[in-house]
T-cell receptor
Framework: RKEVEQDPGPFNVPEGATVAFNCTYS??????FFWYRQDCRKEPKLLMS???SGNEDGRFTAQLNRASQYISLLIRDSKLSDSATYLC????????????FGAGTQVVVTP | DTAVSQTPKYLVTQMGNDKSIKCEQN?????MYWYKQDSKKFLKIMFS???????INETVPNRFSPKSPDKAHLNLHINSLELGDSAVYFC??????????????FGPGTRLTVT
């Protein structure tokens, strides 16, 4: 079983619409959670950290559900520039900062 | 003013050769990492150094040898390159990890093609 699982997509989203997707993680002791975005042939870039109470950054909202061990990302008012692969990232406990990356969810925003 | 930089960006070489990739960060971070992203797009950690000390060493062939001359630099040397080494190699850095897990910041990647 993979440590971090994501629906690979693609999620095809009309511009201006809302899209949401989840990832699940296997280690209940994980404490740090992040969403990264990766554009084609580019490096992963931190989008946002995910906090226990949920957090928002502009059009992006992240939620954490510890009981069910999943993290979600919601993008409102999608822009063409939101087209990317979104990586769910979870720390491996007691491992000197080791992060486990999901394979990513591809989002394609269409005009 | 690139925060994490890597050289070279592209590397095409033949099987059996030895090559090095260099990484530098100017973020003042204490911890640096090497990741491999293969054609299936999974990012897998290979090594991590905390203030020049090796702290993560995943199951990586010993043809791969990291070296950290100081906490701002982490290089990766690969001996006897094989076809399966073809991938994108990313360097990353983060603040000191002893007290928790912090966000990591990635370099632009080195696309290695072994022919």
């Amino acid at each position: 079983r993979k440590e971090v699982e994501q629906d690979p997509g693609p999620f095809n989203v009309p511009e201006g619409a809302t899209v949401a997707f989840n990832c699940t993680y296997s280690n209940s002791a994980s404490q740090s959670f992040f969403w990264y975005r990766q554009d084609c042939r580019k490096e992963p870039k931190l989008l946002m950290s995910v906090y226990s109470s949920g957090n928002e950054d502009g059009r992006f909202t992240a939620q954490l559900n510890r009981a069910s061990q999943y993290i979600s990302l919601l993008i409102r008012d999608s822009k063409l520039s939101d087209s990317a692969t979104y990586l769910c990232v979870v720390n491996e406990p007691d491992s000197w900062g080791k992060l486990q990356f999901g394979a990513g969810t591809q989002v394609v925003v269409t005009p | 003013d690139t925060a994490v930089s890597q050289t070279p960006k592209y590397l095409v070489t033949q099987m059996g050769n030895d090559k090095s990739i260099k990484c530098e960060q100017n973020l003042g971070h204490d911890t640096m990492y090497w990741y491999k992203q293969d054609s299936k797009k999974f990012l897998k950690i290979m090594f991590s150094y905390n203030n020049k000390e090796l702290i993560i060493n995943e199951t990586v062939p010993n043809r791969f040898s990291p070296k950290s001359p100081d906490k701002a630099h982490l290089n990766l040397h690969i001996n006897s390159l094989e076809l399966g080494d073809s991938a994108v190699y990313f360097c990353a850095s983060s603040p000191l990890v002893t007290s928790g897990t912090y966000e990591q910041y990635f370099g632009p990647g080195t696309r290695l093609t072994v022919t």
